[in-house]
Nanobody, 120 residues
Framework: QLQASGGGLVQAWGSLRLSCAAS???????VGWFRQAPGKEREFVAAIGWSGGSTYYANSVKGRFTISRDNAKNTVHLQMNSLKPEDTAVYYC????????????????WGQGTQVTVSS
């Protein structure tokens, strides 16, 4: 199971930190963050490997967002800085085994989502 938290309302150029707590996953899983705005398809935001050494970002968030993980606590964080109104969406964390992938269709395990709203 995955539990996402940390969303909220923030002004443009502000920051938020999302967390994804994982439980019951018995494999070395890769965690990805995705987001979905109303009327749009779910899109990839960032992903991190099991060891935390490999990270991947969508071009739209590169340099502003940082993904990290604490395996001792089975938690992955997404630090979001310099937020823009276009970052407004429901953010989901997801997990998969195996290689990196940016398509949401590759991730079988999903959390419930947390709303991020950035006001201008």
């Amino acid at each position: 199971q995955l539990q996402a938290s940390g969303g909220g309302l923030v002004q443009a150029w502000g920051s938020l930190r999302l967390s994804c707590a994982a439980s019951g996953l018995t494999f070395s899983y890769r965690v990805g963050w995705f987001r979905q705005a109303p009327g749009k398809e779910r899109e990839f935001v960032a992903a991190i490997g099991w060891s935390g050494g490999s990270t991947y970002y969508a071009n739209s968030v590169k340099g502003r967002f940082t993904i990290s993980r604490d395996n001792a606590k089975n938690t992955v964080h997404l630090q979001m800085n310099s937020l823009k109104p276009e970052d407004t969406a429901v953010y989901y964390c997801a997990a998969k085994s195996g290689d990196y992938g940016s398509s949401y269709r590759l991730y079988p395990h999903w959390g419930q989502g947390t709303q991020v709203t950035v006001s201008s």
